[in-house]
């Protein structure tokens, strides 16, 4: 995920500034995936104002299954950037229960509540052996 993170902060300039946020390790992987998506929208939709006053602290893991991105906004604000930069964290949070942790593929349309949410291909080699057994059993049946 570090790696994840420095590509992100190389790439996304505007919003980074070259600091690093802090991350958590319970963060997986797959929902770098997101992040880069988060700061593509935020580059699109934010202006140049309120991307040089957004400093995004930290991504850590909430109840489990939730992305959480904390960010501050330096400086005067109006309350139209402080409502574009919240919509655009809040979805891209909301996004994490429809995607794979390892990978980040969006799998579906109805949100998953379990804390380990994972695509056709890696729900495969995440299962162990057993439980294999019983799903082709059950498959069979
Ligand atoms: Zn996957």
Known sequence: MQNAIETLVT?????????????????????????????KVLEEECTASTL?????INITRRLRCFLKVEYKLKGK?????AWTVR????S?????????????EYIGDSPKS????????????ALPASLK?????????
């Open 52 to 56: 040089a006053k957004l400093e995004i």
């Open 11 to 39: 790439s996304h300039p505007k919003i980074f500034k070259g600091k690093s946020p802090k991350v958590s390790p319970l963060v997986p992987v797959g929902w770098s995936k997101l992040l880069k998506i988060l700061c």
């Open 114 to 125: 379990i804390s380990m949410i994972l695509c056709e291909k890696h729900i495969h080699s």
């Open 92 to 104: 891209v949070s909301h996004l994490c229960t429809y995607s794979c942790v390892v990978c980040g």
């Open 133 to 141: 057994m019983f799903r082709r059993r059950v498959a069979s049946a």
């Open 87 to 90: 919509d655009k964290v809040f």
């Open 77 to 81: 604000v109006s309350p139209q950037q």
